[in-house]
């Protein structure tokens, strides 16, 4: 892969926002090429995830379900800022998101919930309970007919790693803890050094 050519393509971008949604469609490719690594990927993901959700006045669910994902990634990789960053961002974007559908339903919340907005805090908690019950959707889940508006694993990091699992392996004693290699590529560093360039212009 030509990173300085995916780079160019990324920052060519106008807004932060789309430099954001560049940086998505560039991890998803990535990742099916297997160019990056799963810890590369989380790293680039908080770039994306930051600037795509700049917006304080609209969210949906896959804004919800993505923060939520990064956050127990980031519970896995033993990042402690990182997962109170995105656990404070998975209930931000919640409460706006709440707020539109209020606001397209007289004002109140629609009967039917989400498994994930159901319980927020309990899946972000990571106990085992919330753990084996997102397993078991990922399991057995009818992915060419969802009946939810989006599964946890429709987000990153999508099925390249089933967290959840990981998580679980540590909550029953199995191992101490996920070995992840945090080695970020030089290719990688310039490209975040560029985007993050990239945004104090479009500020």
């Not at 807004?15 to 954001?20: C, E, I, K, R």
């Not at 800022?81 to 919640?94: G, H, I, T, V």
């Not at 907005?117 to 992915?143: C, P, Q, V, Y």
């Not at 060419?144 to 967290?163: I, Q």
């Amino acid at each position: 892969m030509d990173f300085i050519n995916e780079t160019q393509k990324i920052i060519s971008k106008n807004t932060l926002g789309s430099v954001g949604t560049a940086l998505l469609l560039f991890i998803q490719k990535a990742l099916r090429e297997n160019e990056i690594t799963l810890y590369e990927a989380f790293q680039l993901m908080e770039i994306s995830n930051r600037y795509r959700n700049r917006d304080k006045f609209w969210a949906d669910i896959y804004h919800v379900v993505e923060s939520m994902n990064l956050a127990l990634c980031a519970k896995l990789f033993n990042e402690d800022d990182m997962y109170k960053q995105f656990c404070s961002d998975a209930n931000e974007r919640l409460s706006i998101w709440f707020k539109v559908l209020k606001k397209s339903n007289d004002g109140e919340l629609p009967k039917d919930g989400h498994y994930i907005t159901d319980d927020l805090e309990g899946f972000l908690g990571g106990n085992s309970k919330h753990m084996e019950k997102l397993s078991s959707i990922r399991k057995n889940a009818s992915r060419s007919n969802p009946g939810y508006n989006a599964y946890h694993f429709e987000c990153f990091p999508y099925d390249y790693l089933k967290y959840e699992d990981e998580l679980i392996k540590i909550l029953d004693g199995e191992t101490d803890h996920y070995e992840v290699d945090k080695t970020i590529s030089s290719e990688i560093c310039d490209m975040m050094t560029a985007i993050e360039l990239r945004a104090i212009e479009l500020e």
